[in-house]
Structure formats: structure tokens, C-alpha cells
């Protein structure tokens, strides 16, 4: 990791609206011939054809954190192959991981709220800003502020290519990501809930849409009850 430069924002600005789109992108309207009022999940000989888009092989080629967790501002400019974080505790480099986690759909490797990720000396909100390289470069950024000391202001922004998302779930489109934690052990000994959410997340990881399966199961569970 390396400190971020002065007058690097400008750079980033530019490339932010210059790169082109993430992966795959949103599906077009006339991908799915399912309208509003058909059933979101295949059945009978339609589960037979049933396929999903691949996403474009890609890997974040720099990661900027500002005021993000421990990092009041961070660079990460990761080589090619495989990365491995090396630190003394307390270093960040679980905030780092984390960071990564919420260029995906959710609320991270950690499942804390958004105000808990900013740097209790800076309250000024966060920012994580990513450069993905690959077949399909371009940008993912998020920022998270809080206009006052009682949060009642708070307000979460997601860019993709400098083009504000309409919700998180548009991440998906472009990258996934799955993580196994040493607190996610539980899963493995308890109760059947947590290893189907790890497995929607597995599928989600490659099919962007399951995401919207999987709320609309929730939603008609909670309408059963």
C-alpha cells in the first residue's frame, strides 16, 4: 500500500467518466422474455435451457480508501497473480478486505452499517474507489456521508463508470465476489439458514439476477406470514 498523491483526484475524475462499462452490465429488455406479471423462476422443460451470461474475467488494478475504517487515505496498487496482505494486528488489513467486499451487492464481510465504517477522527463520511481491470475496464465508486453529528442525513452514493447506480443490486452486473470468514464458521454446526444464504450468494456470484429471486421469495414468505 501507498499514500495517495496530492491532485490525484482530477486524474481519477477523468477516468471515471472516460472507461468504459464493468462486465457484463444490466441485462437488456429484451434478454428475459419474462414480462412483470410472469413467474420469475423457470419451470418444466424451460429449466432444461436455462443460462446464465459469464462475467469478463477482471481484477481490481488499484483500490483507493479515504477515511474508510483505520484508513484515513489509502492506495493499494496490487500486482498480477494472487495477493497476500501482511501486517501487525490492527493494521487494516481486514478493512482493506472489507473495502472489497462492498463493491459487490450486501453490506460486506462484516454485515456493519455504513456509518460504523468510518474513521472516528475524520467523521466526514467514506469513500471506496475502484479501478477494475480485465477484458472490460472501468471504475466502481461508493461514498457514504453524513451531513450531521445525529445521522439523520445520511446518504449512500454508488458510481459505476462515474454514472450514479439506481440501486446496489446494478453492482452485480459487473463484479462478484464470495468470502469465507473464520466468524462465518457457525454456519457449518447451526441451523440450515446460513448455508442457503451462502449458497444464493454463490449463485449470485455468477448470475447477477438471482439477486432479485431471491428477494422476491423473501418478500412472498413475508406475505405468507
Not at 165 to 173: C, D, H, S, V
Request: glycine share 12%.
Amino acid at each position: 500500500p501507498v499514500e495517495r498523491p496530492s491532485g490525484h483526484e482530477d486524474e481519477t475524475s477523468a477516468l471515471e467518466s472516460s472507461l468504459p462499462h464493468v462486465g457484463a452490465g444490466p441485462p437488456d429488455l429484451d434478454r428475459s422474455q419474462a414480462s412483470s406479471g410472469e413467474k420469475l423462476l423457470p419451470t418444466g422443460d424451460a429449466l432444461q435451457t436455462w443460462t446464465v451470461q459469464p462475467l469478463s474475467n477482471i481484477s481490481i488494478s488499484r483500490l483507493i480508501l479515504t477515511n474508510f475504517r483505520n484508513h484515513a487515505r489509502m492506495e493499494v496498487v496490487p500486482q498480477d497473480g494472487p495477493v497476500v496482505l501482511i501486517g501487525d494486528n490492527g493494521a487494516g488489513k481486514t478493512n482493506i478486505l472489507e473495502a472489497l467486499s462492498l463493491l459487490v451487492p450486501g453490506r460486506g464481510l462484516r454485515g456493519a452499517s455504513f456509518a460504523e465504517m468510518g474513521n472516528k477522527s475524520a467523521g466526514e463520511g467514506w469513500t471506496v474507489f475502484a479501478e477494475i481491470g480485465g477484458e472490460e475496464p472501468g471504475t466502481i465508486g461508493m461514498s457514504f456521508q453524513t451531513g450531521h453529528e445525529d445521522g439523520q442525513s445520511e446518504k449512500r452514493l454508488i458510481k459505476i463508470n462515474g454514472t450514479p447506480a439506481k440501486n446496489q443490486q446494478e453492482l452485480g452486473y459487473y463484479i462478484s465476489a464470495v468470502w469465507l470468514t473464520p466468524e462465518m464458521c457457525h454456519m457449518f454446526s447451526e441451523g440450515s439458514g446460513a448455508r442457503r444464504r451462502f449458497l444464493d450468494r454463490l449463485v449470485y456470484s455468477f448470475d447477477a439476477e438471482h439477486a432479485g429471486r431471491i428477494a422476491a421469495y423473501e418478500h412472498c414468505a413475508r406475505e405468507r406470514n
